[in-house]
């Protein structure tokens, strides 16, 4: 992945960036948290840093991690928010706890919004709002949202990025940036996940959640998509009234999805709400390989015929069609019950790992495929399959693609929430029909010539390539200058392995050499002789190599390499 370039910070702000470095490991230690820094050590392993947590805290561990974020501010919260997505890489504890985490943070007062609003539009508020209400309707970490109407008499809202925001972000992204850098190298975690590419991933969300151009242009591709779609609304967005840190949009009114009982008196039938919130998500992903990535409950407004009101495009999941073929490609594993497809498909995903042991791994995918038998897809929720899947890739230390993850998760919520709203609610029988349709467009004539003659072209390449190839290859091999570079961890492990017993050894003789000296010169000269200071000098010797050889002896003995 490209790593997005980060402002150099000022020597004032770097400053401050090793105070607030400070604060946050402070922070950290004082919940218990101080495992996420255990130094790498052969054999050391999370189960027992886990244990060491649950012993030392009062509360479960994930409250303790919940709590510290929230002690760190804005930014922490987010970074807790985008990590309750990653079914891949935490247990399911964790992922409860940080889903339950709300960036609604006081309000900035509203004079110091205003002063945004008219910089920003360059203009005086009330020529272009005959009415704004002062009282926010939402107050997050990034930007507050206000009710307003136009003088044309179109009511909308308008977000507003907090002053300020944005700098307290970047600072601490710096320093997420060098904590990670430093994990990466020293620390458990770091021994098995890209700990730098998360943080990567997570800066270029977050910084494009500050760009509310690229949220209107969101907006505008949703719109486009879902045009012809009646159960489906988009925001129309005001582009006169929205640059990069304002943006002005259509308001909508209706009934909270989550809001059931006002669902139930305004007599909307759910079954029809829960079946229209699916095919949001499958038309997103299966047709448009665009999908709101956080399609949680608060986002939607219920309009009398049951349809939907969306609102905010801030996380936006992008899928490249190979990425939608892989991911259908495991639900049909799944649905094959095949772990040996399940496991290709999921090494072919671009995932991250630094070891894995694919027999065993396939192994106990199989045996959870096992657990399954004689359940029918229609038993089964997604979220029960998806989330026992990504409990294995966790155990494995398997780091999945953010893109895939996020889709996953995009999925398990638009499920539970139609499930919440009709209990009978069954995911792989309402999607079967949506995958259906894909793969047949996959495989339609349009879809596959561009394939076919892309694949043909590479054919040609290569053959026409092949016959210089081989014959460099084998002129290297005849003179004997075929190199083959082998550079893997487990290679540089047992290197320095060899490094550390081929140490003791030499420190083993060179010992040896010194007592046998100093026996030597015992026996050559007589101790009555000797000056006060080559009694001391010889004392200290040989007391240093008996100390040097039990402590040789003892590490020899602890590895276990005698
Ligand atoms: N088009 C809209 N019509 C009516 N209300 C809206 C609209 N857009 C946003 N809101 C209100 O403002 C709230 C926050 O909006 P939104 O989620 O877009 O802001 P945000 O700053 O991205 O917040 P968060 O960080 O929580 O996602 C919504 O839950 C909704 O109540």
């Known amino acids: 992945m490209v790593r997005p370039p980060y402002p150099r910070l000022p020597w004032l702000v770097r400053r401050n960036v090793f105070l607030r470095s400070q604060q946050i490991l402070a922070v950290l230690m004082r919940h218990g948290m101080d495992w996420l820094f255990t130094r790498f050590a052969p054999g050391a392993d999370e189960s027992q840093l886990a244990r060491r947590v649950f012993t030392r805290a009062r509360r479960t ?92 008499g179109e009511e909308v809202v308008v977000k507003i990025v907090r002053p300020g925001a944005q700098e307290v972000f970047e600072q601490d992204i710096q320093i997420l940036t060098d904590l990670a850098e430093w994990a990466s190298n020293h620390t458990v975690l770091g021994r098995f996940y890209d700990l730098r590419m998360l943080v990567d991933e997570f800066a270029f969300t977050v910084r494009a959640e500050f760009d509310y151009l690229r949220e209107g242009q969101n907006i505008e591709a949703f719109r486009t998509n879902f045009a012809d779609d009646p159960v489906v609304h988009i925001p129309k967005v005001y582009w006169d009234y929205t640059t990069r840190q304002v943006i002005t949009m259509e308001r909508f009114s209706g009934i909270k999805l989550n809001d059931l009982p006002a669902l139930d008196n305004a007599g909307i039938d759910r079954r029809t709400i829960a079946e229209n919130l699916m095919h949001f998500a499958l038309r997103q992903i299966f047709e448009f390989g665009l999908y709101h990535a956080d399609p949680h409950a608060g986002n939607f407004f219920v309009q009398p015929d049951g349809s939907l009101a969306v609102m905010d495009f801030g996380m936006i999941g992008r899928l490249t069609p190979g990425m939608k073929r892989t991911f259908l490609g495991i639900a049909e594993a799944i649905s094959r019950r095949d772990a040996e497809i399940l496991v290709d498909e999921l090494i072919s995903a671009n995932i991250f790992y630094r070891e894995l042991d694919r027999r065993a791994f396939t192994r106990e995918m199989e045996r959870l495929f096992d657990r399954f038998t004689g359940l029918s897809l229609k038993d089964l929720t997604g979220a029960q399959v998806m989330g026992e ?48 349709r894909f793969w047949q467009e996959e495989r339609s004539m349009r879809n596959m010539l561009p394939r076919i003659s892309a694949a043909a072209m590479d054919g040609m390449e290569l053959t026409m390539e092949l016959p210089r190839r081989v014959t460099r290859l084998l002129s290297r091999l005849e003179r004997g200058q075929l190199e083959v570079n082998i550079n893997t961890e487990e290679l540089n492990d047992l290197v320095s392995k060899f490094q550390k017993m081929t140490n003791r050894m030499t420190l083993g003789m060179i010992l040896s050499a010194v007592i046998v000296a100093l026996s030597l010169i015992m026996v050559v000269y007589k101790p009555e002789t000797w000056q006060p200071l080559g009694e001391f000098i010889f004392g200290f010797a040989l007391i240093s190599s008996i100390v040097f050889g039990i402590w040789l002896i003892w590490s020899i003995i602890r590895t276990g390499r005698t």
């Open 389 to 436: 899947i990504m409990q294995l890739v966790m155990q494995n230390h398997l780091q999945l693609p953010g893109e895939l993850v996020a889709m996953t998760r995009a999925i398990i919520i638009s499920e539970g929430t139609g499930m919440m709203l009709y209990p009978g609610f069954q995911l792989f029988t309402f999607a079967a029909p949506y995958v259906k």
């Open 61 to 152: 561990p994930a409250e303790e991690f919940v709590s510290a974020l929230v002690e760190l501010g804005p930014t922490f919260i987010k970074f807790g928010q985008a990590l309750s997505s990653r079914l891949d890489l935490l247990p399911p504890e964790y992922i409860a706890e940080l889903s339950k985490l709300q960036d609604l943070v006081p309000p900035t007062p509203y004079e110091q919004i205003m002063t945004v609003l008219t910089n920003e539009l360059k203009r005086d508020p009330k020529d272009i709002f005959i009415q704004f209400d002062p009282q926010p309707l939402a107050s997050a970490s990034i930007g507050q949202v206000y009710a307003a109407t136009l003088w044309s």
